[in-house]
Antibody, heavy 120, light 110 residues
Framework: QLQLQESGPGLVKPSETLSLTCTVS??????????WGWIRQPPGKGLEWIGN???????YYNPSLKSRVTISVDTSKTQFSLRLSSVTAADTAVYYC????????????WGQGTLVTVSS | QSALTQPPSASGSPGQSVTISCTGT?????????VSWYQQHPGKVPKLMIY???KWSSGVPDRFSGSKSGNTASLTVSGLQAEDEADYYC??????????FGTGTKVTVL
């Protein structure tokens, strides 16, 4: 059974960079049929797709966040990471890492989510 | 890329049916048969219910069904049960390996 586990600071200061890592276990991160992605949910609000990475390192981002987001993959560690720069309070959210099924385009597996609060 | 539009709330009595709409554009919902639906109970991780417009995820009862017409997709829950009370989100492929979620609908079982 695939498992995804987010890790990283739960508190980030405004204007700084939010960094999270997702560790994948139970399956290869190098499969051709999947994207590895980040999705967030502000408290009491809806889901927002942040972006995906393919095992080759190819990335795809939400246009509204593209200027601040970097997603990368480390296949040797079976991990992928999110960096979101110049954060503000509006970036406070539960951040989920996920596996998306390519060619059917749905979120197949979700991590448990980690709350990141932006505050001084 | 704007969020897909869903009604904020929907409700029905046990045994009744409720339908949730998900309206996008020809660049997302209308352009691809890659609409999926997720159920989220409070404090829980979203759960895939429907994918590719009308295919059931493993273990999802057939009381849940999906459809699409033009730029609007719909999720129907028939025979409402207490455990169906949750938030529901649609999602669509939006081209160039990008995705968009809906605004979410809170379903209440009266």
């Amino acid at each position: 059974q695939l498992q995804l586990q987010e890790s990283g600071p739960g508190l980030v200061k405004p204007s700084e960079t939010l960094s999270l890592t997702c560790t994948v276990s139970g399956d290869s991160i190098s499969g051709p049929n999947y994207f590895w992605g980040w999705i967030r949910q502000p408290p009491g609000k809806g889901l927002e797709w942040i972006g995906n990475v393919f095992y080759t390192g190819d990335t795809y981002y939400n246009p509204s966040l593209k200027s601040r987001v970097t997603i990368s993959v480390d296949t040797s560690k079976t991990q992928f990471s999110l960096r979101l720069s110049s954060v503000t309070a509006a970036d406070t959210a539960v951040y989920y890492c996920a596996r998306l099924r390519r060619f059917a385009d749905y979120v197949q597996y979700w991590g448990q989510g980690t709350l990141v609060t932006v505050s001084s | 890329q704007s969020a897909l539009t869903q009604p904020p709330s929907a409700s029905g009595s046990p045994g009744q049916s409720v339908t949730i709409s998900c309206t996008g554009t020809s660049s997302d919902v209308g352009g691809y048969d890659f609409v999926s639906w997720y159920q989220q109970h409070p404090g829980k991780v979203p759960k895939l219910m429907i994918y590719e417009v009308n295919k059931w995820s493993s273990g999802v009862p057939d009381r849940f069904s999906g459809s699409k017409s033009g730029n609007t997709a719909s999720l129907t829950v028939s025979g409402l049960q207490a455990e169906d009370e949750a938030d529901y989100y649609c999602s669509s492929y939006a081209g160039s390996n990008t995705y968009v979620f809906g605004t979410g609908t809170k379903v209440t079982v009266l």
